[in-house]
């Protein structure tokens, strides 16, 4: 199992951009990069997948380089609702649903 | 989309007594299932992955004998804190994956608090 690396914390402002970059240096070639977010007391909500180059949903962007040894979420134009733990998971959710092992995650802090 | 929903959101219970925890999967039949546990402040914890038909495959150091899983149909796990302690006190979260998305749907979590 691909193991991931991200920064323990993050804070911004609302209205700016935020990057959270993850780092999945032994992930497989079946392996797809899947972020969740987490509110207090919630179990995680999806917020985005890919596999290769770049994925844009309505609420986020995620770039992946051509080597896929690392991932970078991108949120537009945060709000204090933004205010959450960012996980970075990686595993190959089409081939059976082989676990996915949770990391620290990025605990991002959205100021006025 | 698809749901996951757990019950109960939350309880409390004496030390000593056993409590049931449900996952069900609303909207599309779930082979597999998974059981996470999540102290304050920390990440998730994979506890076990529970298999519709056949026993859950637990996580190194989950005592199985402790945590009991039943996943007796395509859209319903249970997990069962056998004799419960203050320590099992705990955020307890089930996900199951729909898959022709390859998405995995957690549930809402199920605190459990032990006097």
């Known amino acids: 199992l691909a193991k991931t690396t991200q920064p323990i914390s993050m804070d911004s402002y609302e209205g700016q951009e935020v990057n959270i970059t993850c780092s999945h240096n032994n992930i497989a070639t079946n392996d797809y990069i899947t972020w969740y977010q987490q509110f207090p007391s919630q179990g995680p909500r999806f917020i985005i997948q890919g596999y290769k180059t770049k994925v844009t949903n309505e609420v986020a962007s995620l770039f992946i380089p051509a080597d896929r040894k690392s991932s970078t979420l991108s949120l537009p134009r945060v709000s204090l609702s933004d205010t959450a733990v960012y996980y970075c998971l990686v595993g190959d959710l089409l081939g059976g649903y082989n676990k996915l092992i949770f990391g620290a995650g990025t605990r991002l802090a959205v100021h006025p | 989309g698809a749901v996951v929903s757990q019950h109960p959101s939350w309880v409390i219970c004496k030390s000593g007594t056993s409590v049931k925890i449900e996952c069900r999967s609303l909207?599309?039949?779930?082979?597999?299932m998974f059981w996470y546990r999540q102290f304050p402040k920390q990440s998730l914890m994979l506890m076990a992955t529970s298999n519709e038909g056949s026993k859950a495959t637990y996580e190194q150091g989950v005592e199985k004998d402790k945590f009991l899983i039943n996943h007796a149909s395509l859209t319903l796990s249970t997990l069962t804190v056998t004799s419960a302690h203050p320590e099992d006190s705990s955020f307890y979260i089930c996900s199951a994956g729909g898959r022709s998305t390859g998405e995995l749907f957690f549930g809402e979590g199920s605190r459990l608090t032990v006097l």
């Open positions: 909207d599309f039949q779930a082979t597999t």
